[in-house]
């Protein structure tokens, strides 16, 4: 060891121990640690200023959730300066250093400087015990480290003269410490209208079409964009992107269509026309248009798709902004404008046809009427009122939210056709947007639906007031046969419920959604190269600033692909796009298909059509109960999935048109499966019956018949009716009330109690013999 190397040591250590007790005792300074060394400010004239260059009406950096920092391993390579330490002073005591180091843990002063630096209780202590296995288990520490712990071990330093070694092994499991700053810059959402400097540069016009559904407040909209140069349409849904896209090209105005999973180019070389329906998170915010138009605003506040709508208002590059939605929507795109120095104009519109709440329940499946839609929250009700209904005698058409477009369009034309046999409507919500029904009278059979609150929590809650006018707007709709609508409730205790809820004003907007772009995300990557996905956009979440009109939207689908994909080795970009695929994550075929497409496009291997053909075992057979008709569902959204993703990876997914092809077939097959549901839902529990009217012999009578229907119909709904009072959705009061209602019904036909005695002695001895068996 020569003696230049060793005086360069000995220098070192008492730079350090000078450092930080200068540290300790210099008060009002502002401290900046870097590595090692502790460089100080002191409180000179004029340095206050520079520490405090801030307004006092400025908003205070948000605290980072620290839960979410995630410590980084270390890699337990020896030093390169070796043994220098032990061969300098003398071997630690592992004994005598843990009680130092338990000590330096237990300082309240070391403890209050950590916190000054970023430490909060949380990291401190994960911090310590990474510093303390780190030292204890490390067979050669630095030689800087050494040299301090052994002369603390000697009395001959301080313990506090740790404190700068255990800041340096703390940023670097914690690396987000030594770029809190930059971090904090990033995520800061305070004025997105300045993310779109081409939007800001013209002055753009603002036209906000108030009404409520069936107002006519779109078709407005849309006869400016039909007559406009050029123009682009923004919709919440595939199938009215899809409509637009119809009623332009019919109406002699070429309009291409896009969407996450399709594009279609109305010029045979691909050329782009004037005119584009599009998804709302599908536009363009880099084109020039004459005309925009976005629908159904009032979704800017949702709380997983809400920033779609933000960004589309702030940066679209048209002269003419179209906005169609709820009224009250306006006086918050009003203020949103008002940031960008846009003026908007408000044009009111009534709704042109009326209805009205019924002042009585519908109460029985039997006071159904021609024209009837019944409306429900879960698809379960769907299945089971579909085959009560059809028990009945009556042709039910069913549309739900999970079910392809092609298949809810052709049930929506089988319902509206006055030729055929099928005049009820089983749906759930999803009717409230993009069909064109003819709904003469809405039946609610639940005020009750699950929803994801912005905190990313299902929970049951009542129907809003914007839910439920969005849901009885469908009633008596301008175009259809039905003028005048009606609205009501299957059950008694649920209409009061309805009228009180209607009689409600909407609830006024008051705030936007925003989302991180991926250039936010890759930001902060740089910064925090070892964190995974899922943690970098929980750490951008938690520092993230936003003014009062905006918030960040919900984040936890995100988080679940990226959790998901984690383990499979792709670059950021990738990572990042996959994760904001469109999948629905309750479906686990669903879910297995995107993890095997992520994981074979980081192979670098195209998914070809043959690949995906055996991966989802086509060709398909049709359904033969409910759950081959889910199955195929998932499958359908496993193709959309991987149209979507087509056109994000060309090279990768490049069999789009065969893809397609085999989509159209299996929403052929689906369709035939949605019209013989009733037989499906039948096949999936053998414990029900058919309907009696069907094993009865012609020559029984009807009579006969009526009374075996209404025993079969009764065991059913005892079976349905044990369901709906273990579900919570009928109260053991009301079951007994239908009883009743029952029992008075048998008495009335006169000889209904015997048959049903009969049914249920004959029961009783069934039962017996298989207890005996």
């Known amino acids: 060891m020569s003696a230049n190397r060793t005086v360069y040591f000995v220098f070192s250590r008492l730079q350090c121990i000078f450092n930080t007790r200068t540290a300790h005792t210099t008060a009002g300074g502002c401290r900046v640690i870097s590595g090692s060394r502790l460089l100080l400010q002191h409180s000179l004239p004029g340095s206050a200023a520079c520490c405090r260059n801030v307004s006092s009406k400025s908003v205070p950096p948000k605290a980072p959730d620290t839960s979410l920092f995630v410590p980084v391993s270390l890699k337990t390579d020896n030093p390169a ?12 005591d592992k004994n005598e250093l843990l009680k130092v180091l338990n000590k330096f843990y237990k300082r309240k002063e070391m403890q209050k400087l950590a916190a000054d630096h970023g430490l909060d209780a949380r990291l401190f202590h994960q911090a310590f015990i990474s510093f303390r296995k780190y030292v204890l288990e490390m067979t050669a520490l630095p030689a800087d480290l050494h040299i301090i712990l052994s002369d603390i071990c000697c009395n001959a330093g301080h313990i506090d003269d740790i404190y700068p070694y255990f800041m340096r092994h703390a940023k670097q499991i914690f690396p987000m410490l030594d770029c809190m700053d930059d971090l904090r810059k990033i995520s800061d959402l305070r004025v997105p209208a300045n993310w779109y400097p081409e939007a800001r540069a013209i002055q753009r016009k603002v036209i906000f079409h108030s009404g409520p559904t069936n107002s006519g407040k779109t078709y407005h909209a849309i006869q400016r964009y039909l007559a406009a140069k050029s123009g682009v349409y923004c919709g919440p849904l595939k199938l009215l992107a899809h409509e637009i896209f119809e009623k332009s090209n019919g109406a002699g105005v070429p309009c291409d269509l896009v969407t996450g999973e399709e594009r279609t180019f109305v010029d045979p070389e691909g050329r782009a026309a004037g005119h584009v329906a599009c998804t709302i998170e599908m536009c363009s915010v880099n084109t020039p248009y004459e005309v925009a138009v976005i629908d159904e ?9 809400g920033w779609a709508w933000t960004r589309a208002l702030l940066g679209l590059c048209a002269e003419e902004i179209h906005v169609c939605g709820e009224a009250a929507a306006v006086d918050f795109i009003r203020e949103l404008m008002f940031t960008t120095g846009e003026e908007v104009e408000v044009h009111t519109y009534k709704r042109l046809t009326p209805f009205s709440v019924l002042d009585h329940a519908v109460e029985t499946l039997d006071n159904l009427r021609p024209g009837d839609c019944i409306v429900c929250f879960s698809k379960n009700d769907i299945y089971s009122l579909n085959r009560q209904i059809e028990a009945r005698g009556q042709e039910c058409a069913v549309i739900y939210g999970s079910l392809p477009p092609g298949t809810k369009l052709s049930q929506a034309k089988k319902f509206n056709d006055p030729d055929d046999p099928c005049k009820i409507l089983v749906a759930t919500d999803a009717i409230g947007m993009g069909l064109n029904l003819s709904i003469r009278r809405i039946i609610f059979n639940s005020l009750v639906k699950p929803n994801i609150n912005e905190k990313g929590e299902k929970q049951m809650e009542t129907i809003s007031t914007s839910q439920a006018l969005q849901i009885a707007g469908r009633a008596g709709r301008f175009s259809s046969v039905f003028k005048e609508g009606e609205v009501t409730t299957m059950h008694r205790d649920d209409l009061p419920v309805l009228k ?6 909407v609830d006024p907007i008051e705030t936007a959604g925003l989302h991180p772009t991926a250039e936010q995300i890759e930001m902060f990557a740089y910064q925090l190269p070892d964190a995974t996905l899922s943690n970098l956009v929980d750490i951008f979440v938690s520092l993230s600033q936003v003014d009062g009109l905006y918030f960040v939207c919900n984040i936890d689908d995100f988080k679940f692909l990226a959790d998901m994909i984690q383990h499979i080795p792709l670059n950021l970009r990738s990572r990042y796009v996959f994760c904001t695929a469109p999948i629905n994550k309750k479906q686990p075929f669903v879910c297995t298909s995107f993890l095997k497409f992520a994981r074979q496009f980081s ?3 195209p998914l070809t059509f043959d690949w995906v ?3 989802i075992g086509w060709p398909l057979a049709a359904p033969r109960n409910i759950k081959d008709l889910v199955h195929l569902e998932a499958v359908h959204d496993v193709l959309d999935l991987y149209l979507w993703l087509s056109y994000r990876f060309m090279d990768m997914f490049p069999d789009t048109a065969a893809i397609r092809g085999i989509q159209q077939e299996l929403d052929n097959i689906i369709q035939q499966g949605v019209r013989n549901i009733t037989r499906l839902i039948r096949a999936s529990d053998p414990n029900l019956s058919d309907p009696p009217e069907q094993n009865a012999a012609a020559a029984a009578g009807s009579r006969s018949r009526s009374r075996g229907q209404r025993s079969s119909t009764g065991t059913m709904e005892k079976s349905l009716a044990s369901r709906l009072v273990k579900d919570g959705l009928l109260t053991p009061d009301l079951l007994k009330q239908l009883q009743r209602e029952w029992s008075k019904s048998l008495r009335q036909e ?6 049903l005695g009969e049914e249920l002695n004959n029961k009783s001895i069934k039962g017996k013999r298989k207890n005996k068996k």
């Open 750 to 755: 006169g000889g209904g109690q015997s048959l």
């Open 81 to 92: 300066d070796g043994t220098v330490g032990a061969e300098l002073t003398q071997p630690l």
């Open 297 to 305: 605003i009032q979704m800017i506040r949702d709380p997983s798709r």
């Open 500 to 505: 009180e809820i209607l009689s409600h004003s």
């Open 613 to 615: 053909r055996r991966h």
């Open 603 to 605: 192979r670098d291997e």
